[in-house]
């Protein structure tokens, strides 16, 4: 079986987390949305069709992984906003001949079985539009689909209990455990190769389990409750408290108070603060002291202004979103459900906007336009601090989300 995950043009819903990815490299439970596919159905082969504005990005990150290499053989187009759950693929293997795959009144894909690269290749180019595919029957899938950032960290906690059952997560403890550190329940607890737990460290998997990927590290009297989710080599500082719900990615530092969370990766939250029904994209740096709300004080629904829409959350936890590559200032107080977009400095004791645009430098009191040149010298310094090069595609999409963003600026 071939499946294809293609954007279908919801990416704003998202707002700054789909930036500079394409909505399936979304984190959700212990993997991102793409890799659950990769996961369950490993002998799948999984090609990945982003947006065009990423497509020069994605292929260097992942080369290899587009549609140039499609058979002609039955072929699933699926969203890559739907969460890979086995009732989703066992619909997905007993779909027979060419049909829409529909979740309600929405279509979410299709099967096909005839000119698969040329009809695929005319699908992306469509932005995902399933009509061009020329298919008149259509069948019911039971699809899940995320559609906004808050959708995904309410689906956290559920989505590592089930990513943990897999074959081969839950593996048992390959790192070094201190004999003065408590597992709570250790059969749900998975600890990688090369992973290191601290005296007095407490990993609890009562309420749900508990993953630590390969390299990382749980510092000293540090205390993970599950559902929760460590990335390879990333660092939980001596004293944190992780409370279920929470997924770090890989190469991150966490400190402080995090509860119901989603870090991406390379991101740094390394002090005392709370943080809490967040979503943080990839190389973000909270400031020590920086502490988000996720309640407002009448416990009414939280609103939030994303992708250029005030939306109701019908939710009363929403904490932040913080897209890629901004940055807290010391003391920083971010609002209930605020939304900060990428290549921004927060610097602010009282609450912030509601939405903050990218490209943002300031305070409450006031934003100025960040200088895009030196936007990208700092994320050239900060990548490079992690082994990591930022790339000349990399970059001609930043210089293009910048003028975005900000079309009034003068370049």
């Not at 065009?52 to 187009?77: H, K, S, Y």
């Not at 969460?83 to 049909?99: Q, T």
């Amino acid at each position: 079986m071939q499946v294809v995950l293609f954007e279908d043009g919801q990416h704003r819903a998202f707002g700054p987390l789909t930036s500079l990815r394409p909505m399936f490299s979304l984190r959700c439970g212990v993997f991102r949305l793409r890799e659950k596919w990769e996961m369950r159905r490993p002998r799948w082969r999984v090609a990945l069709l982003p947006r065009a504005e990423l497509a020069d990005v994605f292929a260097e990150e992942l080369p290899r992984r587009g549609i140039d290499g499609l058979g002609d053989g039955p072929t699933v187009l699926v969203s890559g906003r739907a969460l890979a759950d086995e009732r989703l693929l066992a619909a997905a293997e007993a779909v027979s001949g060419e049909a829409v795959l529909r979740a309600g009144n929405a279509a979410v894909g299709a099967r096909i079985e005839r000119d698969v690269r040329g009809r695929v290749g005319a699908f992306g180019r469509s932005g995902g539009d399933v009509a061009v595919l020329g298919i008149d029957a259509a069948v019911d899938v039971p699809a899940r689909l995320v559609s906004r950032p808050w959708d995904i960290v309410e689906l956290t906690a559920g989505e590592i209990a089930a990513d943990a059952e897999l074959r081969g997560v839950l593996c048992g403890v390959k790192g070094l455990v201190h004999p003065g550190a408590h597992l709570i329940e250790p059969g749900r607890v998975a600890i990688g190769e090369g992973a290191t737990v601290g005296p007095g460290a407490v990993i609890d998997a009562a309420a749900g389990p508990v993953v630590i990927g390969e390299g990382a590290t749980v510092m000293a009297n540090a205390v993970v409750i599950g559902p929760a989710a460590v990335g390879a080599r990333s660092v939980v500082r001596a004293g944190a408290r992780i409370y279920g719900g929470t997924s770090i990615g890989p190469v991150c530092k966490v400190g402080g108070e995090v509860e119901a969370s989603v870090l991406q990766s390379f991101t740094n939250k390394q002090h005392d603060g709370f943080l809490g029904h967040s979503y943080l994209g990839s190389w973000v740096n909270i400031g020590a002291a920086t502490d988000g709300s996720d309640l407002k004080n009448n416990y009414g629904d939280v609103r939030v202004e994303i992708g250029g829409e005030l939306v109701d959350t019908g939710l009363t936890h929403v904490g932040a979103v913080v897209g890629d590559h901004s940055k807290t200032a010391i003391g920083t107080k971010l609002g209930t459900g605020t939304v900060v977009g990428a290549f921004c400095s927060v610097l602010s004791s009282g609450p912030t906007p509601r939405s903050i645009p990218a490209f943002s430098w300031g305070t409450g009191g006031g934003f100025v336009l960040h200088d895009v040149d030196r936007a990208l010298a700092t994320a050239r310094r900060v990548m490079a601090r992690r082994g990591m090069t930022l790339t000349a595609a990399y970059e001609a999409r930043v210089r293009a989300l910048f003028r975005e963003a900000r079309p009034d600026a003068a370049l």
